[in-house]
């Protein structure tokens, strides 16, 4: 007999929606949150995130150095 859900990954979704939608939920969520977060971590990368005006070390860097461009001006 045919299967009740359909074939291939569409129906293997559905069925799993069916039977444990607590499983498929947590599922869709976790990788909302993984798709979140990548997004947020590629933004804080782009917008040079990690160059605080406020270090707890000190930092020298050459006059050619271009992350010497991107550093807060007081």
Known sequence: SAPVYGRGIVGLFRQGCH???EVMGS???GLL???IGTY???KYEKKDGDN???KMDYVI???D???A???HKD
């Open 69 to 71: 461009a991107r550093v």
């Open 33 to 35: 949150g993984i798709a």
């Open 19 to 21: 039977e444990i939608p």
């Open 65 to 67: 150095d271009p992350r």
């Open 27 to 29: 599922c869709f969520m």
């Open 52 to 54: 605080r005006r406020y």
């Open 61 to 63: 860097m050459r006059s």
């Open 40 to 42: 947020g971590l590629y």
